[in-house]
């Protein structure tokens, strides 16, 4: 089997997968369970810094119940790489929010795999670390 390696993305697709990193962000602030059935697909699942793997049902009833609660966020650092009928996100978020009535405000490095159905891409795969407080994309931990 030839691997397959990344393909020129066009800034059409860029676009794309950009908006759609947006309208994720947007849908969980904004509680759109419709906006997410359609960007995460069926088979989604997301594994925290800690370890835990939810898959999409857990998270969209976490969603339901008010268990967790984005209040604010935003992405940026954006990279993509594209290939036949799939592409890797990554990126940056900050969020502030409650998860059982308890406060975050977080920084993580994410990962997104995303594929290609029915012309609209659809995430299929999440990966977030929590970023430590001092770190930043241009800065190496500080020791102390």
Do not use: C
């Amino acid at each position: 089997m030839e691997a397959s390696l990344p393909k020129s993305s066009s800034e059409a697709e860029t676009a794309e997968l950009e908006a759609v990193q947006r309208q994720l962000i947007t849908a969980w602030i904004v509680r759109d369970r419709s906006a997410l059935e359609r960007l995460l697909a069926q088979e989604w699942t997301v594994t925290h810094g800690d370890g835990r793997l939810l898959k999409r049902e857990d998270v969209l009833r976490d969603l339901e119940t008010g268990s967790n609660r984005l209040l604010d966020g935003a992405v940026d650092d954006l990279r993509f790489r594209v290939y036949e009928g799939f592409a890797v996100v990554t990126g940056r978020t900050r969020a502030r929010g409650e998860y059982k009535s308890h406060p975050y405000d977080v920084k993580l490095r994410f990962t997104d795999v995303l594929v290609r159905r029915d012309g609209r891409w659809q995430v299929i795969s999440s990966h977030a670390s929590r970023l430590a407080d001092e770190q930043t994309p241009s800065t190496p931990n500080k020791k102390v």
